[in-house]
């Protein structure tokens, strides 16, 4: 009886704990410039508190990593 307490408890809580959002690559996000652009501004909006999550800190990388590609094919490379 007391396990079934427990696990209802812990039931419980867990349906009333927030969603974690997904977390992205740097892959994905470069190959989805909308979504790139849209977590890029969610964390350049709010850097205090989501500067060090995983999707802010990929979306930076996969954003550097698309403005050295222009830059290559700007030069002709």
Do not use: F, H, W
Request: charge should be positive; charged fraction near 25%.
């Amino acid at each position: 009886m007391r396990s079934l307490l427990i696990l209802l408890a812990i039931s419980a809580l867990a349906a009333c704990s927030e969603q974690t959002e997904r977390s992205y690559t740097v892959d994905e996000l470069v190959a989805d410039e909308a979504l790139l652009s849209g977590i890029v501004a969610k964390c350049r909006n709010n850097p205090g508190e989501l500067a060090k999550t995983t999707n802010c800190r990929n979306a930076e990388a996969a954003n550097g990593k698309m403005r050295l590609q222009r830059m290559r094919q700007s030069l002709g490379g």
